[in-house]
């Protein structure tokens, strides 16, 4: 099974991390970062860079296709490059997935249409333009298609869908070696769970309009 | 305010990925991935490569000091470059933290003596070998060091030193934007949660022993 995690520059860097962590621990997993370019990819914050070790051409059929989202997201909305490799390898592909506004690239790509999907809190509305159910869970299974919110949600994610691959009990022990027994110091995950006025800023701030 | 994050062959990636997630989001931080030599550095699957952007003697005070785990740990215990630079950089540090088995390199640095840390849970034992107080707590706060449990857990110390660094609502904000309100789909995330059976297996093949 070949696993593919898609970067771009300025993606973010949990979004990727976090289903790869779960999903490269799957028994017989072969795990690939790609990008149009092999090499170095940066983040949004631009200190850390994974390394894509193939392009897009050399890996055409990846049974598992994640998207992280990231700032970057927003300036590949028209990258056919990268849209159709996504279209291409979604073809083949058992199941195709996103994290955060990794579901707008899914979406750029006519991938999504008439789904069900979610997406970081601050992107649910861009994501209702592309003719997307767009829906406020943390992880959302449509078919094929399995679309999680911002971030820190590849986690649960990557857990939910070993589960379905490989059974409860395989996602169960990657559970228990990665520890992922949560414990948040606060209560502020969401925007429902937040201070309103962190809430409300960040929402007058976002790059999706209010 | 400079945060350096250690890498070496064979770290466990969310380790350290989880950390960096959340500190780097600290208004005026400057996050720097280190290792004994500059350029890519693999993880424990082999799939995954981090770049080191610096060499540890090109970082020799951070503020806040990071060090992952991961089976490549074992390797290092006597790795006197490495545990040089970790004894040094902890000198003039604010903050000096690990994730997983990260505690252990710490502790092999005779940073720990003494006092309370945790580590992965099938870490613990031989951490107390260290004159650690081992505990099986998530996140533990002992003076200026934070040590942190299994792979995940990077995460929640994050979030908690912020706290400490910049106030709750820094942590809050950094919690909302990562959209961190985690829902795992299943309930094994610790030794006392998971199915016996698969705790026993993994005690029984550790490279800790039993």
Not at 50 to 59: E, G, H, K, Q, S
Not at 73 to 98: F, G, I, K, V, Y
Not at 168 to 176: D, G, S
Not at 198 to 210: D, H, I, M, P, T
Request: hydrophobic share 40%; with cysteine.
């Amino acid at each position: 099974m070949q696993i593919a995690i898609a970067l771009f520059e300025r993606f973010t860097s949990l979004d990727a991390v976090g289903p790869y962590e779960t999903l490269s621990r799957l028994p017989g997993a072969e795990t690939v970062f790609v990008a149009e370019r092999p090499g170095p990819v940066r983040n949004d914050n631009g200190s850390l860079a994974l390394v894509a070790d193939r392009a897009f051409a050399d890996v055409p059929a990846p049974d598992v296709l994640v998207v992280p989202g990231g700032p970057g997201q927003s300036d590949h909305m028209t990258d056919e490059t990268l849209l159709a490799w996504l279209r291409s390898a979604d073809a083949t592909s058992t199941w195709t997935t996103s994290v955060c506004t990794g579901s707008l690239l899914l979406a750029a790509a006519g991938l999504l249409k008439g789904r069900r999907a979610t997406s970081h809190w601050l992107a649910l509305a861009e994501l209702g333009r592309f003719g997307v159910e767009s829906t406020g869970e943390r992880v959302v299974f449509d078919g094929k298609y399995v679309t999680a919110a911002g971030v820190s949600s590849g986690i649960d994610m990557g857990l939910a869908l070993i589960g379905r691959i490989a059974g409860e009990e395989q996602a169960q022990t990657v559970q228990l070696l990665t520890e992922y027994d949560p414990q948040p110091p606060y209560d502020a995950g969401s925007p429902q769970k937040a201070p309103a006025h962190l809430v409300e800023k960040f929402r007058a701030g976002s790059r999706f309009g209010q």
